[in-house]
Structures are given as structure tokens and as C-alpha cells.
């Protein structure tokens, strides 16, 4: 893997595909669309680290969110008034190295074990106004 700076980043893959990523935006809220922008800036900032890739066949363009919650915590626990109804989500942009570790605490909680860590920084119940 290659990671020139500026957030991008180059992964080479055993059959010969190269992959290159990624744009990070910001107050885009769900919008899957592939934009020109996003595009040009990728590829752009791939062709500077690695010229030689100009002739490379181009095959697709793909486009993940990374949701987060407004305090940038996980949601992690049950759901209040849910029984049954469990919830590990919000990485944002890290849920590949901390979503096993969060799976796992969720899970032991979710079959009646004593979590590895605290979960109650991470409920949704924190979302929830005094006043209601
Ligand atoms: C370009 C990019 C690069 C990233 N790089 C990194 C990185 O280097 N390191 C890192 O730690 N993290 C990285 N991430 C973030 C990481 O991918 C996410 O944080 C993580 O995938 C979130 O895991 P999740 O299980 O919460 O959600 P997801 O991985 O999105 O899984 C949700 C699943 O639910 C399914 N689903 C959705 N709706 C329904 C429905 N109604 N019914 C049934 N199934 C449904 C979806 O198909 C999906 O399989 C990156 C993300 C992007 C987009």
C-alpha cells in the first residue's frame, strides 16, 4: 500500500489491479453519486505519485460512505425501549480497524456478558434530550 500524503492512497492487488482512493467529503449527507470532482481529484493525485499509471486500463469507479455521528462516537449498546434491537455503527472512517473490536464487546453484551469495555460513552441513549 501506498500513502503519498495529501489522504490518498494506492493498493496494489495480486492479479494486477491497482486500486486508488479516495475523496473524503464532508456535510454530503447520503449522496452516493460519483462526481466529476471526485473523480478528477483521484485520479489526478494517483497519475502524480504514479505517472506510469497513465496507461493502465481504466475499470470502474466505486463510492462508499463513511457514516459518523455528530460527536464522532461509535454507537455502540442497545436500543432503549427496543428489547432485542442491538446496534454497532457510526466508524466513520475507521469502522475497518475498530469495527471487529466493537462487534465483539456488542455481541458479549447482547448474550447477557460482562462487555471487555464500558459501552455506556457509546449509547444512543446520549442523543436523547433531558427535556423529552
Ligand atoms: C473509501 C473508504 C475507505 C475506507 N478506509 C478505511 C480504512 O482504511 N480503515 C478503516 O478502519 N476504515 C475505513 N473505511 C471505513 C469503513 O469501511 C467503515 O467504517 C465500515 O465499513 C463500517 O462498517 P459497518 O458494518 O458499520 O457498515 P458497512 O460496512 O457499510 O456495512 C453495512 C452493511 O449493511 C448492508 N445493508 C444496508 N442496508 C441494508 C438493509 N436495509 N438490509 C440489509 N442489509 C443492509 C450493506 O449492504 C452493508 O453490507 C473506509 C470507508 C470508505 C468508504
Do not use: Q
Amino acid at each position: 500500500m501506498v500513502n503519498a500524503f495529501r489522504g490518498h492512497y494506492l493498493v496494489a492487488w495480486p492479479d494486477g489491479r491497482i486500486v486508488a482512493g479516495a475523496t473524503r467529503e464532508f456535510g454530503t449527507g447520503y449522496d452516493p453519486r460519483v462526481t466529476a470532482s471526485g473523480m478528477h481529484e483521484v485520479l489526478r493525485e494517483a497519475l502524480r505519485v504514479a505517472p506510469g499509471l497513465a496507461d493502465a486500463t481504466f475499470e470502474e469507479f466505486r463510492v462508499g460512505l463513511r457514516p459518523l455521528a455528530a460527536d464522532g462516537l461509535p454507537i455502540l449498546g442497545s436500543v432503549p425501549g427496543r428489547a432485542g434491537l442491538w446496534l454497532a455503527t457510526g466508524h466513520g472512517p475507521t469502522g475497518l480497524t475498530a469495527g471487529p473490536y466493537s462487534g465483539k464487546v456488542v455481541a458479549e453484551a447482547a448474550l447477557g456478558l460482562e462487555p471487555s469495555s464500558d459501552l455506556t460513552p457509546f449509547g444512543v441513549a446520549r442523543f436523547s434530550h433531558s427535556d423529552e
